[in-house]
């Protein structure tokens, strides 16, 4: 039943995320160029293909979809794990295009090896923690076997 609810939500969400996808790029570029602008390493990115914020959109998801934590527990959670995730995302940003700073440094067949270590991991990393942090914030409630919802106490 979960699983109908989170694609239920999902579905919901998918169109206003979608729509705030090339302003909040933005925002993630600009701050990125800022704090890589701190450390000294100046950069311009032109285009960014990220799919973020889907992993916000499917973080609210997860959270809306669940019966078994009390209303508040989901509250703190989206209060908790949104900004969570969009840091997380930035902080993945700066970090790949750091490492991308070094290639130029390393041969040929480490710059390919490193290349694709870096595009799978950036591009993973988002799927993964979203999850990740759900299970983190709401897994105690919503992994109990046999566990009371709210609305049955």
Not at 88 to 106: D, E, M, N, P, S
Request: aromatic share 12%.
């Amino acid at each position: 039943m979960w699983l109908l609810r989170f694609f239920g939500w999902a579905t919901l969400l998918a169109p206003p995320f979608y729509l705030a996808m090339p302003y909040y790029q933005r925002m993630l570029v600009q701050a990125a160029e800022w704090m890589l602008f701190q450390v000294g390493i100046k950069v311009a990115i032109r285009h960014l293909q990220l799919y973020e914020p889907f992993n916000l959109g499917i973080f609210t998801a997860m959270c809306l979809a669940s019966t078994r934590a009390p209303l508040t527990t989901r509250v703190r959670a989206l209060i908790v794990g949104m900004p969570t995730l969009a840091v997380l995302g930035l902080l993945l940003l700066v970090a790949v295009i750091g490492i991308y700073g070094t290639l130029r440094v390393q041969p040929p067949a480490l710059q390919a090896l490193i290349l694709k270590v870096v595009s799978a991991s950036f591009e993973a990393i988002p799927w993964v923690s979203t999850p990740l942090l759900g299970i983190l914030l709401l897994g105690s409630w919503e992994l109990r076997v046999g566990a009371p919802t709210p609305h049955s106490r």
